[in-house]
């Protein structure tokens, strides 16, 4: 599986953006497909993800403000993104578990969303 990221950009506080994540390979065997973020000097988190059946799971950090769906099953990934806040500033990156279990993982190319106060 291989994830081509695009949007994010620069926002001002309580603006929106859209993330896009679109899987390509062996998408029906794609389980969980959601996005990352990496501040500067933090550990890469899980913001949101988009499972089996629909499910979804969100940072308490975003619940409310960021939703994650889908195009096209799980081929095209959207991370909407409304009331952006500076602490949301870091590089996103998209990520796919996917194969037998789920056992094996993709990375797409990380996207900078910067917000100012």
């Known amino acids: 599986v291989q994830l081509q990221a695009s949007g994010g950009g620069s926002v001002q506080a309580g603006g929106s953006l859209r993330l896009s994540c679109a899987a390509s390979g062996t998408t029906y065997s794609i389980g969980v497909i959601g996005w990352y973020r990496q501040a500067p000097g933090k550990e890469r988190e899980l913001v949101a993800s988009?499972?089996?059946?629909?499910?979804?799971e969100y940072a308490d950090s975003v619940k409310g403000r960021f939703t994650i769906y889908s195009e096209d099953a799980k081929n095209l990934v959207h991370l909407q993104m409304n009331n952006l806040k500076p602490e949301d500033t870091a590089v996103y990156y998209c990520?796919?578990?996917?194969?037998?279990?789920?056992?094996?993982?993709?990375w797409g190319q990380g996207t900078l969303v910067t917000v100012s106060s």
């Open positions: 990520n796919a578990r996917y194969g037998l279990k789920a056992s094996r993982s993709s």
């Open positions: 988009f499972g089996n059946r629909g499910s979804t």
